[in-house]
């Protein structure tokens, strides 16, 4: 017997009233984003649960794949049988006996919503419990926790038998919080802020800030494939590169050494607004980790943050650098942050930053700069590419042995 298909249990959405269409819709096209790689694989949701069609595809990627999408509650692979009598019971004759370990408790729980069939649920708990002892004479019948809970539904079009429950990812569907622009470095902690803020449903853009020269096609690239490694949770993310070379050059000459970094930063918070702003997104996200560098002192957060009233959401303020690589791990993007491509920051980094920068001092030095220009031209410049679960270079078993 081969799964027909999954079946998806929403999560926390469940509770949210009249909106919940739109929350069931929304995961329904971020499940059908993550499993492009499966182009046979159909999905349908209907009030209570999304249906992923295997169509001949292996169950175990897809699961694999589902198991990390946002909003999902639990899964279920599921048989489709015909609906009649003597095919239910050979089917949970096979099931049972494939499972069958001795001292194994069982019990069917059998749901019919079609009201036409020949037998009620009692009835069918009975006969098909019967036709399960028929050939598995040692096996318990018991109600209370049973080893294998063997759930039958009896629906319009078909039977289905199912009984593994497996754990999904929880969280709300990504995109059901409104969009936040991620500022996504290279590093550790920007991937780790995203995947936090994908997990509350907020729909990202990566913004990606690129220095040619002095960055590499390769720092581009590992920004991308981090971007990659995130679009697994909920689907496709538009990856967001900005110019930043004439900025950085400009800064290098005309701020003092001590500055560099600030004025930086707050080039890039103004640039990361802007860019939301023409791009309907609600907040910007980062990775900032306090007292991690020295841009990341209260201080320094205050400098930074006072170009702009867009609220910014800094999901690992409060970590550790190791819980913040516990999830880094976890979520497979540390193996790529630690790959060694400088990005636009660790070259231009001063050696000795001020850790409490004076924002009278900074509005002093800002002030010879054409900060409009320089905002407009980098806004002005930016290149959006769509980032979708599979690299078309990369094979899709690639991906498949990634996600086992
Ligand atoms: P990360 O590990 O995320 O790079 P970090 O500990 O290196 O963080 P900083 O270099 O101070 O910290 O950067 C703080 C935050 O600024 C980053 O988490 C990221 O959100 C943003 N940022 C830094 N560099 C870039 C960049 N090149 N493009 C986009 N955002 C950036
Ligand atoms: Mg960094």
């Known amino acids: ?8 249990r929403h999560g926390e959405l469940s509770t949210k009233g009249k909106n919940r269409m739109r929350f069931i819709n929304k995961l329904k096209s971020n499940i059908q984003d993550v499993l492009s790689p499966f182009p046979q694989v159909t999905v349908r949701s209907d009030r209570d649960r999304t249906h992923v069609y295997l169509n001949g595809a292996d169950y175990q990627p897809v ?5 990390l999408v946002f909003g999902i509650q639990a899964l279920s692979p599921v048989y489709k049988v015909e609906k009649n009598v ?15 370990k001795e001292g194994m408790t069982f019990k069917i729980s059998s749901k019919r919503s079609d009201h036409q069939f020949e037998l009620d649920s009692r009835d069918l708990n009975l006969t098909l419990g019967n036709a399960v002892f028929d050939v598995l004479p040692h096996i318990k019948a018991q109600m209370k926790q049973p080893d294998v809970n063997l759930q039958v539904e009896i629906r319009d079009e078909a039977a289905y038998l199912s009984y593994e429950n497996i754990k999904g990812a929880g969280g709300l569907p990504v995109g059901t919080s409104g969009k936040g622009m991620l500022m996504l470095s290279g590093g550790i902690d920007s991937p780790v802020a995203g995947y936090l803020a994908l997990k509350r449903g907020v729909d990202i853009e990566a913004v990606h800030f690129a220095s040619p020269p002095y960055t590499s096609p390769g720092a581009l690239k590992k920004a991308k494939d981090l971007t990659r490694r995130l679009t697994r949770f909920g689907g496709n993310i538009q990856f967001i590169e900005v110019p930043f070379t004439e900025i950085q050059e400009e800064i290098k000459e005309k701020a003092p050494e001590a500055y560099l970094m600030t004025l930086t930063r707050r080039f890039m918070m103004r640039i990361t607004d802007a860019i939301r702003q023409s791009r309907n997104g609600l907040v910007i996200i980062n990775g900032e980790s306090l007292g991690q560098v020295a841009s990341q002192t209260l201080e320094s957060m205050q400098a930074i943050n006072a170009v702009t009233s867009t609220p910014i959401i800094r999901p690992v303020v409060t970590m550790d650098k190791l819980e913040i690589i516990d999830i880094a791990e976890k979520i497979n993007t540390f193996d790529i942050s630690i790959q060694p491509f400088e990005d636009c920051c ?14 009278k001092n900074v509005e002093q030095y800002e002030k ?7 905002v407009q031209r980098a806004v002005a410049g930016i290149i959006v590419s769509e980032i979708t679960p599979v690299d078309d270079s990369d094979a899709i078993e690639e991906l498949i042995e990634d996600i086992l």
Request: charged residues 25%.
């Open 1 to 8: 017997m081969q799964y027909s298909e999954i079946m998806v």
């Open 63 to 67: 699961v694999e794949a589902l198991k």
């Open 86 to 100: 003597e095919v239910l019971k050979s089917s949970v004759q096979e099931i049972m006996q494939s499972l069958y």
């Open 346 to 359: 660790t070259i231009f980094a001063p050696d000795r930053p001020k850790t409490n920068p004076k924002i």
């Open 368 to 374: 010879r700069f054409d900060i409009e220009g320089l």
